[in-house]
């Protein structure tokens, strides 16, 4: 047993120095060989994310490329050439941005059974509305605290003309009045947005027969230019006429006022095109067999949408590229600009840190208990191509 046990022994050892031979063992438990082990899945993480490191790259040479041509002094022609490749960029996302979530939030509604869809529809319209609620609310909070405005020392140009800005009522009863928009075909490039004009001065003219009417004509206006001075200033003017044996009284507005209208607005109204799609997707799962040829139909547009969407992306990082240059050369003095903008730029870059970086995902947090930043990079091509394009669409 002897014999055996120590013949044993030396085959082991054998075993151990056959599997270890051509193997080299690094020490990658320091900082160095971190770095090494980083340095070595680097290529073939880029390589797994290249239209990423494509847009990133596509945003970085925007940059260098637009300071570049500042000092050539472009034409307008010229810097029209420079932003075409981004603008063909933004029609394309503008153009697809509408079938994406009427075929993305139908087929989604309509694959799920009428229980869960009906839930499902109604906690994306309660979502959407409690962030985009939130989000008002931070904004708010930002502007009182920062105050950006007053912090502008520099000389700007502003329009001459009087504005009327809407009020908080005004913009809570927008956003109802586009939920339930009265044509959904206008609804995909047009919104309804309150915006105050001014009632321009009018003359009401009133005519007499005969000059003896003219005291009972009199006593009739003087009641109603009463009323009227409420709300605005108004003035008689009688003016007779022998030869026609007419009067004529004027009653001249003279005060302009502020009214309020409902004009329809460019862009996509993207809570009506949700809430059409939710009760569109809910119905169909509800029809059973008779609906299914309509989720076929909307399945197969989803797809082809995708693909479409997918080789735009493999195009923005070039209009990325120009996107940003064009708008760079553009710019009279970007030193100047950002003074005079810089507390306006910092509000608006923390609002939108803070929205993303801490209020979404602590939504996410509470309602899934998962980790949020796992899903967050999931989305990162989106955000580099919005942050380069600096368009929601």
Request: one cysteine or more; glycine letters at 8%; proline letters at 5%.
């Amino acid at each position: 047993m002897a014999d055996t046990g120590g013949a044993g022994e030396p085959m082991l050892d054998v075993d151990k120095k056959d599997r270890s031979s051509g193997v080299k063992f690094t020490d990658r438990t320091g900082p160095g060989g971190a770095c090494m082990s980083c340095l070595s899945e680097t290529p073939g993480w880029c390589r797994k994310n290249l239209l990423l490191v494509l847009t990133v790259v596509g945003v970085v040479l925007g940059i260098f490329l637009g300071f570049c041509l500042r000092p050539a002094e472009l034409s307008g022609d010229a810097i029209m050439l420079v932003s075409f490749p981004g603008d063909l960029l933004m029609s394309m996302l503008k153009m697809l941005i509408v079938p994406l979530i009427i075929s993305s939030m139908i087929t989604g509604l309509a694959s799920l059974d009428p229980k869960n869809s009906g839930r499902m529809g109604l906690r994306a319209i309660v979502y959407y509305l409690a962030t985009t609620f939130v989000a008002i609310i931070l904004g708010i909070i930002l502007v009182l605290a920062i105050h950006p405005g007053q912090r502008d020392d520099g000389i700007r140009l502003r329009s001459k003309e009087e504005k009327h800005p809407p009020t908080s009522l005004d913009a809570f009863l927008d956003l109802l009045r586009n939920i339930f928009p009265n044509n959904i075909i206008q609804a995909c490039f047009q919104h309804t947005k309150t915006v105050y004009a001014i009632k321009h001065p009018e003359e009401f003219i009133y005519t007499a027969p005969n000059s003896s009417l003219l005291a009972d004509l009199n006593d009739t206006l003087s009641a109603s230019v009463t009323t009227v001075l409420t709300t605005t200033q108004a003035t008689l003017v009688n003016i007779s006429s022998s030869d026609t044996n007419q009067t004529v009284v004027v009653i001249r507005e003279e005060v302009t006022k502020w009214v309020r209208t409902y004009p329809m607005n460019d862009g996509v109204n993207v809570l009506g095109i949700i809430t059409f799609c939710t009760a569109f997707g809910i119905l169909i799962s509800n029809m059973g067999a008779r609906g299914k040829i309509m989720i076929e139909f909307f399945t197969v547009l989803n797809e082809i949408i995708m693909k479409m969407v997918i080789i735009v992306m493999w195009y923005s990082p070039v209009g990325i590229m120009f996107l940003i240059a064009g708008k760079i050369v553009e710019l009279k003095d970007p030193a100047k600009v950002g003074q005079q903008l810089g507390m306006y730029m910092i509000t608006v870059l923390l609002g939108l840190t803070i929205h993303t970086l801490v209020l979404l995902p602590g939504i996410y947090f509470v309602l899934t208990r998962k980790n949020p930043f796992r899903i967050m990079w999931g989305v990162i091509q989106a955000w580099v191509t919005a942050i380069g394009t600096a368009s929601r669409s």
